[in-house]
């Protein structure tokens, strides 16, 4: 299925990069702690909060903030996602895809005990807008994924989820005012009944419900119209404390309907029932449940078929956050017992000696993962074939290093649970934060890289 989308994406022009990244990004800084969820171990679970003091002094090397050190507050431009093939058709603009131009890159974080949504250019680390996640203002919001057209979708763990247009030209009248109404900022959030690039909303509403991962599938590129079409937007559901009740569902990523809903009644809860999300190439979708499931599992919910198949993971392993890679590999991030490599066509584990929350695999080999405990804060990078650990960056100020995202030029992007995003340059170390987050709270693809990564693997 790769391959068909490989041949579509050609019909694809990309736009110009934007503006040169600047150096004034936000340096206010909250604290507030984030309601947790219970019985869970000290900073390895859904909703403790981290010791992460977003200071914002971030940059390191030279002086400026600037990743590419070279004083000018523009990055080095990097480029190693993987760029659209060639041949493009004429006409069509580019979908924040990679490759030599992009039309723009955002990094879409979850302020989760605010109830918002907070849209940063990874560029210019400004934060362009901020969204109302749910009608109440509350649902505690986490995971986001972003799909080829750069519109978002996020999950709140309290049940709902909301789409949001990545492009103003994208929004449409829905409140009866003349002019579009629609958040331009931090500071300009617009109340529910007036936001216009929110797409829709689809609630989820039970005793103790569950709604975490959040995926999107590829679709298919339309050269008539120069869209994506038939995107659909994988989500899970479960009914804390009873069994049997996890539910997976497929939605339309127009509308937000339910298409299809698929009982998991096979897969243990544990505490959070399916915690980690991400898809494969054929728009499969692979869920881990926490690392407090007897026993936790990776499962796999067949794109065609709607059929489940569940493996339990490697002793000792508790999963948290997971990723698939461009090789075919599921991956998850333990914080106990290792980071696991899953092989699909042999059903066989590897683990390697580093725990962590969040992760994504780039474009180039490696996966990332936001380590947990022994170094320190910071983000590792492991060879997703031989499974060396390659390196391993320090974020001294972050606290807790939980969320994890390559941008479309190939910085690290690294979210704690506090108030900051780091921006970090793979090759340099340098890194700039943009600090001015309320309770931030994600793992998960925040940037539509990672979809990108297996819809059009390099090679």
Not at 68 to 82: C, E, Q, R
Not at 207 to 218: E, G, M
Request: glycine content about 14%; some cysteine; hydrophobic content about 30%.
């Amino acid at each position: 299925m790769w391959i068909e989308r490989l041949a579509i994406a050609s019909a694809l022009v990309v736009a110009g990069c934007g503006d040169d990244a600047a150096s004034d990004a936000d340096t206010q800084s909250s604290t507030v702690p984030e309601t947790s969820d219970t019985n869970e171990p000290s900073g390895d679970g859904d909703g403790d909060t981290g010791d992460g003091d977003g200071d914002g002094d971030g940059d390191t090397g030279d002086g400026d903030g600037d990743p590419g050190g070279d004083g000018d507050g523009d990055p080095n431009v990097k480029f190693d996602m993987a760029p659209i093939p060639d041949e493009p058709a004429e006409g069509c603009m580019g979908m924040g895809m990679g490759g030599e131009d992009v039309e723009f890159s955002y990094i879409w974080v979850a302020n989760s005990s605010e109830g918002t949504l907070s849209k940063i250019n990874t560029q210019t680390l400004e934060e362009e807008a901020r969204y109302i996640t749910r009608p109440d203002h509350a649902g505690r919001p986490s995971r986001t994924s972003v799909n080829l057209s750069g519109d978002v979708a996020v999950a709140s763990r309290d049940g709902g989820i909301s789409k949001f247009f990545a492009r103003p030209d994208d929004c449409a009248e829905q409140n009866g005012m003349p002019d579009l109404q629609t958040s331009t900022g931090k500071n300009d959030v617009i109340a529910w009944d007036l936001e216009e690039c929110r797409s829709w909303y689809t609630p989820f509403v039970g005793q103790s419900l569950a709604n975490r991962p959040v995926a999107w599938t590829a679709g298919v590129f339309d050269q008539g119209s120069c869209t994506w079409v038939n995107q659909k937007l994988w989500t899970q559901t479960a009914l804390l404390g009873q069994p049997g009740s996890m539910q997976i569902h497929r939605l339309n990523g127009e509308t937000g309907e339910i298409e299809d809903t698929v009982p998991a009644p096979n897969v243990v809860l544990g505490s959070w029932g399916a915690y980690g999300g991400a898809v494969d190439g054929d728009d499969n979708f692979w869920f881990s449940t926490h690392g407090s499931g007897n026993p936790p599992t990776l499962s796999r919910v067949d794109n065609d078929t709607l059929d489940i198949t569940t493996w339990p993971v490697p002793n000792g392993l508790s999963p948290y956050g997971m990723t698939f890679d461009s090789e075919g590999h599921a991956w998850v991030a333990g914080y106990a017992g290792g980071t696991a490599r899953f092989t699909p066509d042999s059903e066989t584990w590897d683990v390697v000696n580093v725990t962590g929350l969040g992760m994504q695999a780039d474009s180039v080999g490696r996966v990332w993962v936001g380590t947990y405990g022994g170094q320190g804060s910071g983000v590792t990078a492991i060879d997703v074939n031989t499974l060396e650990i390659l390196d391993f960056i320090a974020l001294p100020n972050a606290g807790v290093t939980k969320g994890v995202s390559i941008d479309f030029y190939g910085y690290v992007w690294v979210v704690n649970m506090a108030s900051s995003a780091y921006r970090v340059d793979p090759d340099t170390h340098m890194y700039q934060s943009y600090d001015g987050l309320n309770g931030a709270y994600t793992y998960s693809d925040m940037t539509g890289a990672g979809l990108k990564n297996v819809a059009f693997p390099q090679g």
